[in-house]
């Protein structure tokens, strides 16, 4: 289903050059700010509003307020050519006496804008100077004959340079007379259960708040754009899903357990009812004939390699191959290294397939060995069918690698995929299913909008034995103490990580650099064997010092956030995070997940450099309150808004200009059933007028290019 931009809302993608006094360079600014279309103009909604309603006695104003007055203009005193001191127009009505006040005035623009012996209607700001009332540069002078044009309530928005208020205002109010009355899509239910106002009614009484009320994501005009924008999104993954579905139709993977069985006996420990739902769901899925588009989602430890093993293993059972891919090739070792571990008593190899010149293993865990073996046997096995089960990093999904018979790609999602590149992993073979793992606890909301298009399973239990991880928060002013502390600990055998937000010392920032902290360390703690790893160390001086770690030939870890991911020392049981207020409560909680990986009491320090402000304040409270990764996940996405929780990290999330997932996160639900009646109903021409007004820039992109 391509979508065609329907006649009626033709006007709403002129160029913003037609709209008023916009030419080819303020378009442009327009365009890097804004957009490019009057749509984009309109859906840049205000932030603000400034209530000039006020009109005080001159007499009796308060400081620093918003007034507008009807005044005489009695006096101009304008300062001689080369002297620098303002201009001033003193002005007066019968409640006092008003100084209009002008820097780097154009003498000629003031006079003409405020002759003597007329009277004018000036509003702005008025402040009391030395017990004169004043107003610096007013917002508006108009003659009272103009007073109609005098607004009353006068929205605000986000600016950037070489965009004023006045240019913004005149912009939006042209592109507000465009708007054409457009069929409603909406069900009549849904709008008089919320009493929404239409399209056009909404879109202009957003463009006109005259309340503060007005300006809150509950309003009723801007609910009703925030449903359109998310119900476009839903139909838009819809859309891609059905889409990927016609284009590579699945086939069942029926496996008939013999394998899975083997597997669960040999576990030296019980499944938690979280994994054996998210397997039982899987299986399901699997069974079917259609293509499997599925999200594992597990928070830290919670045993995400087990269950993408388990679906492996079906795939296996059904005769075909399966691959898992990580970001990394450090993830990759390590997913090999697990599984491997799973699969030595099944006598089943798995093989690690990495970068060009980088060796490869194949291993049969039963002959106690990892030989290397060349990249192209491998390749060549993998080819043939002789080798059902790969690990390795997103290079297997290139053209020089052949899979006779892929049935399961297990993607390790660190960097967020878009949504047509989970469809395009498919691509590997006739009839692929896909299955992405996020060790990344995503809200619901969050989870709907930008993974609508994936079903979703979620581990949020613990595996049987593991202990939450203690978490205190102290001031930096007791790091002696922390290293005494740590000092008696680390001579009792444990090990801990040590974690710097930089690298080198930094004269902008006053903090804690991993180099120097190393340093600080080694000399404070000579007995204790103590390595470094950072992101601009060469990568094989990195792997040396993690390895090193990992096998116990050093007790202490000095560190920047490299270690956030792919790094499983399970006797490692404490974790110092120096400056814990700079990081984001997702990355602390990743962080922190580098312990408690084993049934031993772990601890986690959070040092902080006070003065808190009340959100850093809030984080670590959080931190400190809960081991739960979906709970701090949704209080990540309350207290830092959607866009700051996405950042770059997230950069398969979709951006919504309208809707606020923290705010709107009741209307989602209703977003995505209204999307599927559309689809049933077959509304074409509504479907194409949502798409193209709020979901241009996404999934319509790849449905547009077939």
């Known amino acids: 289903m391509h979508p065609k931009r329907p006649v009626e809302i033709f006007p709403l993608f002129a ?26 103009v309109l859906r840049h909604l205000p932030i603000g509003f400034i209530d000039r309603s006020k009109r005080p006695l001159l007499s009796n104003i308060s400081d620093g307020s918003i007034a507008t007055f009807d005044v005489l203009i009695v006096k101009h005193d304008r300062p001689p050519r080369g002297v620098r001191r303002p201009y001033r127009v003193f002005c007066e009505n019968k409640s006092g006496a008003l100084e209009l006040v002008f820097f780097h005035a154009h003498d000629e623009y003031v006079a003409k804008q405020l002759p003597i012996g007329e009277r004018r209607l000036v509003s702005g700001r008025v402040e009391l100077f030395k017990g004169r009332v004043q107003m610096a540069h007013p917002d508006h002078i108009l003659p009272p004959s103009q007073s109609d044009k005098m607004p009353t309530f006068e929205p605000v928005y986000s600016l950037t340079a070489g965009l004023t208020p006045k240019i913004m205002r005149r912009t939006i109010n042209d592109a507000l007379t465009r708007i054409p009355e457009l069929p409603e899509w909406i069900s009549p239910e849904i709008i008089k259960e919320h009493n929404w106002p239409n399209f056009a009614t909404a879109m202009l009484a957003v463009h006109m708040p005259k309340t503060a009320a007005d300006l809150l994501p509950s309003s009723p005009a801007r609910a009703r754009l925030a449903f359109d924008e998310l119900l476009a999104n839903q139909l838009a993954l819809r859309m891609v899903r059905h889409s990927a579905a016609e284009i590579k139709p699945g086939r069942s993977y029926k496996g008939d357990g013999t394998t899975t069985d083997r597997l669960k006996a040999s576990l030296p420990f019980t499944m938690t009812g979280a994994q054996s739902r998210a397997i039982e769901e899987i299986r399901v899925d699997q069974a079917l004939p259609k293509r499997m588009l599925r999200m594992l989602q597990g928070d830290v430890g919670s045993g995400k390699t087990l269950v993408a093993l388990w679906a492996m293993l079906t795939t296996l059972e059904a005769g075909a191959q399966a691959a898992l891919l990580a970001p990394t090739e450090v993830l990759a070792r390590q997913h090999h290294a697990s599984i491997q571990a799973l699969l030595a008593p099944l006598n089943i190899e798995v093989a690690l397939l990495l970068g060009k010149g980088r060796g490869n293993i194949v291993s049969k865990p039963t002959e106690g060995r ?5 990249r192209q046997v491998t390749l060549d096995r993998l080819a043939s069918g002789k080798l059902s089960l790969v690990v390795g990093t997103h290079a297997l999904l290139s053209d020089t690698v052949e899979l006779k018979n892929l049935g399961l790609a297990v993607v390790d999602e660190q960097h967020r995929f878009g949504v047509r590149q989970r469809i395009l992993l498919g691509e590997k073979g006739a009839h692929v299913d896909v299955m992405v793992m996020t060790a990344t606890p995503i809200p619901r909301s969050l989870a709907m909008t930008a993974y609508g298009d994936l079903d979703n399973s979620r581990l949020d239990e613990k595996p049987v034995g593991r202990l939450p991880i203690d978490t205190r928060v102290m001031p930096n002013d007791r790091l002696h103490d922390v290293i005494e502390g740590l000092a008696r600990a680390l001579r009792m055998g444990k090990r801990a990580y040590w974690i710097c937000p930089l690298v080198e010392e930094s004269d902008k920032l006053d903090i804690a650099a991993a180099e120097n902290r190393y340093a600080m360390l080694e000399h404070a703690l000579p007995d204790i064997r103590i390595t470094l790893a950072h992101g601009k160390m060469k990568a094989a001086d990195r792997d040396i010092a993690m390895q090193s770690f990992r096998d116990g030939d050093a007790q202490l870890l000095v560190a920047t956030t490299v270690i956030e991911v792919g ?6 049981s404490i974790i110092i995070i120096e400056h814990a207020e700079r990081f984001g409560l997702a990355q602390l909680h990743q962080l ?3 312990v408690g990986r084993s049934r031993q009491q772990s601890s986690c320090l959070l040092i902080y450099q006070g003065p808190l402000s009340d959100t850093a304040s809030k984080r670590l409270a959080v931190m400190r309150d809960t081991n739960d990764g979906f709970v701090i996940a949704e209080k990540d996405l309350e207290l830092r808004g959607p866009g700051e929780f996405l950042g770059q990290r997230q950069s398969g999330m979709p951006e919504f200009v309208i809707a606020d ?15 599927g009646r559309f689809l ?6 509504n479907i194409n007028m949502l798409l193209s007004l709020f979901e241009r820039d996404s999934a319509v992109k790849f449905l547009a290019s077939g």
Request: glycine share 8%; aromatic share 2%; hydrophobic share 45%.
């Open 567 to 572: 790094v499983d020392v399970p006797e490692a």
């Open 592 to 594: 922190r997940g580098r």
């Open 661 to 675: 997932l923290a705010a709107h996160s009741d209307l989602l639900g209703l977003a995505c059933a209204e999307a």
């Open 370 to 374: 990892k030989p290397t073996i060349s």
């Open 680 to 685: 049933d109903s077959h509304e074409v021409q």
């Open 15 to 40: 160029a913003t050059t037609t709209l008023s006094g916009v030419g080819a360079k303020l378009a442009s600014v327009l365009e890097k700010r804004i957009g490019l279309y009057v749509i984009d």
